[in-house]
Nanobody, 129 residues
C-alpha cells in the first residue's frame, strides 16, 4: 500500500510539467488528495487538493496556473503545472486522507506527513533558465 509521486524535472520559466500521484493497494476516489511542496529553506505548503466529491482547491500562489485532476481508471491524481515560475522550484509531495478536508490541506501550515493516511515520496521540480 503506497502513494507514489513522479513527473518532476527541470523546466524553463513559462514551461509546463505534469506531476502524477499513483496509488497502489487502495482506491484514491475514497480519499481527499492533496499536493504539497517544499522549496529550499522554506516551510512546506499545501497548494492543491482534489476532494472525493470532485471539488478542487488551490492556493493563491498557483491558482490559474495549476490544475488538479483525478483519473479513476488509473488510480492517479495529476497536477498539471503551467506558466512555471522560478518560485515554483520545490520538492512536490502528494498525500491522501479520508477525513481531512481540502480546506485543511491547502494551507501554508499543513499537518506533518505522518498525520495523513498516506504520504508519497517527493518529486523535484526545478524551474531554471
Amino acid at each position: 500500500v503506497q502513494l507514489q509521486a513522479s513527473g518532476g524535472g527541470l523546466v524553463q520559466p513559462g514551461g509546463s510539467l505534469r506531476l502524477s500521484c499513483v496509488a497502489s493497494g487502495f482506491t484514491l476516489d475514497y480519499y481527499n488528495i492533496g499536493w504539497f511542496r517544499q522549496a529550499p529553506g522554506k516551510e512546506r505548503e499545501g497548494i492543491s487538493c482534489h476532494s472525493r466529491d470532485g471539488s478542487t482547491e488551490y492556493a493563491d500562489s498557483v491558482k490559474g496556473r495549476f490544475t488538479i485532476s483525478r483519473d479513476d481508471a488509473s488510480n492517479t491524481v495529476y497536477l498539471q503545472m503551467t506558466n512555471l515560475k522560478y518560485e515554483d522550484t520545490a520538492v512536490y509531495y502528494c498525500a491522501a486522507d479520508f477525513s481531512l478536508l481540502c480546506i485543511a490541506m491547502v494551507t501554508t501550515t499543513p499537518l506533518g506527513e505522518h498525520q495523513y493516511d498516506y504520504w508519497g515520496q517527493g518529486t523535484l521540480v526545478t524551474v531554471s533558465s
